[in-house]
């Protein structure tokens, strides 16, 4: 199947839309990207499974894998916050 959308050279495949939140969910070989459709417009993120995010509790340091979980919530919370702004 040859469908799918490209952001900045990458391509994604739709994996699950939630009609209620109005997010699609996207895919990719390296990692995937959520999409929220707000009143005004679209919140777009992405992750890539091979970077690190860094993470800082008091002096300890620590990295771990970008994941599907975080970008998810952020675009949903987000989104939520524009369409109950009516933005």
């Known amino acids: 199947m040859r469908g ?3 952001v900045n050279g990458t391509k994604y495949f739709v994996t699950n839309f939630d009609a ?4 699609m969910y996207l895919k990719s070989g390296i990692g ?12 777009f993120a992405s992750f890539n ?13 620590s990295t771990v894998p970008q994941n599907a979980g975080v970008l998810n ?4 919370k987000l989104q ?8």
């Open 4 to 6: 799918g959308v490209r």
């Open 20 to 23: 209620d939140k109005n997010v």
């Open 32 to 43: 995937g990207a959520a999409v929220g459709k707000s009143l005004t417009g679209l919140v």
């Open 49 to 61: 499974k091979n970077l690190n995010l860094t993470e800082s509790k008091g002096e300890e340091v």
């Open 73 to 76: 919530l952020g675009v949903e």
């Open 80 to 87: 939520e916050f524009l369409v109950t702004n009516n933005l």
